[in-house]
């Protein structure tokens, strides 16, 4: 089990350290393109692809829609309860809402469970991007965000692979080729971006970042509880569902809260130390999910 783990776990953190390293010795290394084209080409072409290869049956696969959703919803809502002097309640929610589903979920999620489970994984990514790009934009600036989600071209892609993914003669072969071709650079650069990302933060105020850390995962814990308690749920999908609400924050709410003014400096240190962590909270999750479930 423990040759099975590191094989896991090592390989993306090994990408995520070289893009630290990268970052590092560059300095003030621009990843501003890089992350540009992954958003609006790469990560939509994962997604195309990953539809047309697993089909999403709204039929069946609706539990996993729905907790899905209530595993980022439930834990803002519990976090509502917590205080944390001189944190600004949605800098608290938004943090342990949005969790690194992409950078570090979709990779871990594939290596650990099985590119068998790449369309279940899709979903899970698809819907958080949906929700971060309304819901959470929302509770940053409620004048912003209402619509921005329609923008996003992660959440289209996943519209055209649900609908030609029943019928794909309607386009030629080779568009599904280069797809996939394109599809396969988004997860590396992911992983590379977040290390180069991580390089450029600094950690303040520790207490406080590990107080909130803690809070996220126990928020998370209770939440997927309630969801396995709730909707009739395989196995495999508890496992996805499980890991989702113990990755660390997402560093996407940084520069959120950096563009809406709202403590970009503490979010910074919650997202830096959340990552750290997740050294040793993943490995734990991993373990627990591949030999209990």
Known sequence: MLSTLLNIVVP????????????RRQRHADMGFIN?????????????????????????SWPLMLAGTLIIVLPGLLLCLFRFRGLERRTLVLGGMFRNTGNIGIPLMMLAYGEDQLGAIIILFVL???????LGLFILSREAGRWLWLKNPIIWSAVLGMLLADHPTLLPEFVYTSTGLLGQMAVPLMLFA???????GEMGDL???????LSYLLAGAASLLLVAWWLPLS??????????VMLPPAVLNYLLCEQYRCQPDKMASIVLLGNALSVLTIPLVIYLTLTLL
């Open 207 to 213: 207490g406080l970042a590990l107080r909130v850390n």
């Open 235 to 244: 196995a495999d999908w508890l496992r996805l569902l499980a890991l989702s």
């Open 128 to 134: 958080s991007n949906l929700i971060h790009f309304s």
């Open 36 to 60: 540009l084209a992954n958003v609006a080409v790469f990560c939509p072409a994962l997604v195309f692809s990953a539809l047309i290869d697993n089909p999403v049956r709204l039929g069946t």
């Open 194 to 200: 977040l290390g180069v990302r991580l390089s450029g």
């Open 12 to 23: 993306v953190f090994a990408v995520v350290a070289v893009g630290f390293a990268f970052g």
